[in-house]
């Protein structure tokens, strides 16, 4: 498979989880998950993950994956190689495996004494790819061996990051987040 084949279906098949962190920070807000509980003297998870960021996200990645699923056809055709359409486990999968990474992510801060916001290089770039991708695997098996070939997810590893921070640092700027990570 050509590169930039690989990189371009990397990119289609993971944007059903990349949106669902963006839209949480556009939606957040209100009632904690955690409803303010403490655990050995932090936060389970902080005000920093809401009800409402969670099922918006949730919800954004799910749209977005039926929104590609109707223009993948064309889309492949016009471009020359095929690009997924997804199934409603694959969906559901990305989306909310991106957003379940990202809980367990502040679970995991909360425990290691970081405050809400706090920067966790690694983790904060990655969390929700090492939980999208199992779900995904697990709840749509088939479809997840089809996509995502080892090329793919290398593609994944090295070009989420680079994502993730950049459109973090576009936030940040546009005054949407609090911090640039
Ligand atoms: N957000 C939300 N619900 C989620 C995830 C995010 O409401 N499940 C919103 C919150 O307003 C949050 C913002 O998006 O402050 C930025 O998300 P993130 O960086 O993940 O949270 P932090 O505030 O940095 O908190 P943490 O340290 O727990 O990651
Ligand atoms: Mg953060």
Do not use: C
Not at 27 to 52: E, Q, V, Y
Request: glycine share 12%; net charge neutral; no cysteine.
């Amino acid at each position: 498979m050509a590169v930039l084949e690989t990189v371009v279906i990397a990119f289609w098949a993971m944007l059903p989880a990349y949106v669902p962190n963006n839209a949480a920070v556009l939606a957040g807000g209100g009632r904690p998950i955690d409803g303010g509980r403490t655990w050995s003297g932090s936060r389970i998870l902080g005000d920093g993950k809401s009800w409402r960021g969670t099922f918006a996200g949730i919800l954004a990645g799910l749209l977005l994956a039926g929104a590609l699923t109707l223009v993948a056809d064309d889309v492949s055709a016009a471009i020359g190689f095929e690009v997924p359409a997804f199934t409603p486990l694959a969906a559901v999968g990305l989306a909310a495996g991106a957003m379940l990474g990202d809980i367990l992510a502040s679970f995991v801060k909360r425990r290691t004494g970081r405050e809400r916001g706090a920067m966790f290089p690694g983790v904060d770039q990655l969390d929700f790819v090492v939980v999208s991708l199992p779900l995904t695997a697990l709840l749509a098996t088939e479809w997840f061996f089809e996509w995502f070939t080892w090329g793919v997810i290398l593609v994944v590893v090295v070009l989420t990051p680079i994502l993730h921070v950049t459109t973090n640092v576009i936030a940040y700027k546009l005054g949407l987040k609090n911090e640039p990570w």
